[in-house]
């Protein structure tokens, strides 16, 4: 697989005539070096431990969507299209899933994953619950997991149920009351608005158990801008499906409680 990649790599820039029109033949060379970390670009997907500079200028020819896997200290961050679908600073990929399982407590139980990206909070929740149903709506995703050593646990464990499916489909599918923790980890709300609309949070409510609990990721919408509005907007969202909320800043999220007397309201309509 490596050498066909390399020939196919090979007769794929000389035929776009890039060699030897102002690319150099030394960054010729150390694309070949790096090319033995590189594999499955006919699907676009990199997995990368070369420049990333290089992979980059792949990238550039590879359309409509590029996956990267990118080395951290431990387990590889996903990327797509250039967005870290991961927390990396000040974090990493491993410590981030394990502080998401501990901040929820989760010692036993059922758990509901929502956006399994490389698998990493289903993982570390299979370590310590009953039984983890993970849902991922991407399967070039999880393409990606299934060659990604980090990812071996969620294919190998039998406590880990994968659902490749739209999550706002599949949760309807649950009964009321199946899961005692959600793990709410969805893409930036730009790319998926729907994930973090009051239908969506209504659904994550009947889904969860009394006195159960959700981590739900929202990361630092318009901070950049000093837009609140966004974050403002999910926290009353989700107030207004039945959660009490508590801010998590330093995993740029809210820890979500379902209580006896909020189901009881809920109910009552």
């Known amino acids: 697989m490596r050498v066909l990649t390399l020939l196919l790599s090979a007769i794929f820039l000389t035929g776009l005539g890039l060699v ?7 960054l010729w060379v150390n694309f070949i070096n790096s090319c033995v970390n590189i594999c499955d670009l006919h699907t676009n997907i990199i997995f990368c431990s070369c420049n990333i500079n290089l992979i980059n200028f792949l990238g550039a020819f590879m359309s409509p969507v590029l996956y ?4 951290t200290k431990d387990w590889p961050a996903l990327m797509i299209d250039g967005i ?3 927390r990396i600073k000040d974090t990493s990929p491993k410590a981030d899933a394990e502080a998401k399982i501990k901040i929820l407590g989760i010692n036993k139980g059922d758990v509901l994953d929502i956006c399994t990206g490389l698998g990493y909070a289903a993982i570390v929740a299979a370590r310590h619950a009953d039984k983890v149903v993970t849902i ?4 070039k995703v999880i393409d990606i997991a299934k060659k990604n050593p980090a990812s071996r646990e ?3 464990n039998k406590k880990i149920k994968l659902i490749i499916g739209d999550a706002c489909d599949e949760i309807k599918k649950f009964p009321n009351n199946a899961f005692d923790f959600i793990i709410h980890d969805p893409p930036r709300f730009a790319l998926a608005g729907e994930l973090y609309s009051l239908a969506f949070y209504t659904e994550l ?10 981590f739900h990721y929202i990361g630092l919408p318009g901070e950049r801008y000093r837009n609140k509005g966004i974050r403002k ?3 009353e969202r989700l107030c207004k499906a039945g959660f009490e909320v508590k801010s998590c800043e330093k995993l740029q ?3 979500c409680f379902k209580s006896k007397i909020k189901e009881f309201k809920q109910n009552a309509f």
């Open 20 to 26: 030897g029109k102002g690319i150099k033949a030394q």
């Open 68 to 71: 990267k896997l990118i080395p």
């Open 84 to 86: 870290l679908m991961h």
């Open 136 to 139: 991922e709506k991407d399967p």
């Open 154 to 156: 969620l294919f190998e």
């Open 205 to 214: 409510f009947r889904l969860l158990k009394t006195n159960g609990k959700m």
């Open 233 to 235: 907007g999910i926290i």
């Open 253 to 255: 999220g809210v820890l």
